[in-house]
């Protein structure tokens, strides 16, 4: 079992940065990607950002070079740091991790989202 925390959402003007955390706790060697998510109202939920356990990382077209995701193993923690935001960018932004156990097979996390608002 993996807890996910998210914070660091919030109200920003276009052309704005945030920066969202995810805390994860529980079984944390089982994790094999961390990613964001997002959900826009009336939109299905999307994928955002990426990282692998080796440290590569994915991104949506739509937020290549201007959305970061990192990570902080000693602090168990996975940021999102969201630089030139836009309006297109309001979501709710969940943390997912995926995790496998030789018994359990694969496994998915969620937090319970973090709203950002990016006023125009």
């Known amino acids: 079992q993996v807890q996910l925390v998210e914070s660091g959402g919030g109200l920003v003007q276009a052309g704005g940065s945030l920066r969202l955390s995810c805390l994860a706790s529980?079984?944390?060697?089982?994790?094999?990607?961390m990613s964001w998510y997002r959900e826009a109202p009336g939109k299905q939920r999307e994928l955002v950002a990426t990282?692998?356990?080796?440290?590569?990382?994915n991104y949506a077209d739509s937020v290549k070079g201007r959305f970061t995701i990192s990570r902080d193993n000693a602090k168990n923690t996975v940021y999102l740091q969201m630089n030139s935001l836009k309006p297109e960018d309001t979501a709710v932004y969940y943390c997912n991790a995926q995790t496998y156990g030789s018994i359990t097979g694969i496994a998915h996390y969620w937090g319970q989202g973090t709203q950002v608002t990016v006023s125009s």
């Open positions: 990282i692998m356990r080796g440290g590569s990382t």
């Open positions: 529980g079984s944390i060697s089982s994790i094999n990607t």
